[in-house]
Nanobody, 121 residues
């Protein structure tokens, strides 16, 4: 079994910063791509940022220049540094990871339970 646990969400004012973390644990042989998605009330879940196993990144246009995704492979942990937060960044932030549980096994995709980010104007 693999668990992804997000932390770091909260309530902030517009212009402030938050740092989200996502710790992966359990039966893990290797983690490939990891990412952050978010879902605002009444809206579909959308991509925020992704990072490959070798550190290549992709960002949604709405967060480019404000958010930075990073990972610590030794700790199986994903981060999202969010600066200059806007009210439209409000939502539940989910992390996801592509995990191989043992040598030769197939890749499986896992999701965390989410952490709430609320940005007030």
């Amino acid at each position: 079994q693999v668990q992804l646990v997000e932390s770091g969400g909260g309530f902030v004012q517009a212009g402030e910063s938050l740092r989200l973390s996502c710790a992966a644990s359990g039966s893990i042989f290797r983690i490939n791509a990891m990412g952050w998605y978010r879902q605002a009330p009444g809206k579909q879940r959308e991509l925020v940022a992704t990072i490959t196993g070798i550190g290549s990144t992709i960002y949604a246009d709405s967060v480019k220049g404000r958010f930075t995704i990073s990972r610590d492979n030794a700790k199986n942990t994903l981060y999202l540094q969010m600066n200059s937060l806007k009210p439209e960044d409000t939502g539940v932030y989910y992390c996801t990871a592509d995990v191989r549980r043992s040598y030769g096994s197939s890749w499986s995709n896992y999701w965390g339970q989410g952490t709430q980010v609320t940005v007030s104007s």
